[in-house]
């Protein structure tokens, strides 16, 4: 390479940091890595695991015997998995299922972070295209149940700026996709006490006139959820006004990330505030699905990255 041709590649490089922080337009995304964790990590903890009879403790940097066994991940694996980072070319990514910034850096190297801080390996978080301003908020502990799950995560983007947006990364208690909250089942009356910490969130965030989203895993088919005590219908209530939400998945068909799978409907969701909600660009919805040979081949995920591209300048301007 010539130094007129390095000159130029520099340049580019250059261009390509400051294009997220200047632009009017983000790419954001969610995507649950499923126990992503460095393979050390994996190698470190394997010894210790836990039997499924042995009841769950978060305050352990524990991991269950199974997902030692089933989720050894190559250096071919995760070559494969920051490849579908870097296609996936997001500005912010809401990530589920992570041991931090150490093995988030693994699939996205050039960007910072936000994370929760549990001693347990799953762990929520953001990882923040570098370049684009950024500070980490308080961590949603309400939504861990005294930390017996996950915590949710706060960033906020061009902090103390005209652009400020607040984004909140969950992931939600499982095993109750679609049946009533207050059903009795117990993962169902988990879910349920995680729902006034979300609605208050929602609604302080609303309370502040800036524009907000909440992105992640909710374990749950907010699209067809069964008549009575719902998660929708308490978040999305529309008091106060700006806490109207924009499911950015409604209408959208839906199509499993693999060709092995056979989930019927979304669970990984990204929800705009009203304010927000302007700045949505018309048919950005997207899913990055996997290639049935990597699929097939490759360690990858249970879940793949849903994302939409929002205009900045737009979704902050007040309503007329």
Known sequence: MNRLTAGLAGLLLVAAASHAATSDELKLATWNLEWFMTPATLWALTPSCTQPDVPRDSSRRSIPCDVARENRR?????????????????????????????????LFPGYDFCFSTRAAVQNNGFAIRRGIPFACGPELMGLSLADDVRRGVEVRLFPGSP???????????????????????P????????????ESWIDARAAEHKPFAVLGDFNRDLRREPAGVAVWSDIDDGNPPAADLVNTAEGQGFENCSPAQTFSGYIDYILLGRDMARGL??????????????????????????FIRLRVADATQPES
């Open 187 to 198: 993962a169902c009356q988990e879910l349920r006490r995680q729902v006034p910490a979300l």
């Open 74 to 106: 190559s250096g071919e694996d995760i070559a494969t998995m920051q490849r579908y980072a870097r296609e996936l070319d997001a500005d912010v990514v809401a990530l589920q299922e992570v041991d931090g910034a150490e093995a988030a850096r693994l």
């Open 281 to 306: 660009v018309r048919d950005s919805f997207g899913r990055e699905l996997y290639r049935p040979r990597d699929a097939l081949r490759r360690k990858l995920s249970d879940h793949c990255p849903v």
């Open 163 to 185: 652009r400020e947006l607040k984004l909140l990364s969950v992931h939600l208690k499982s095993g109750c996709a679609r049946d009533p909250l207050d059903s009795g089942k």
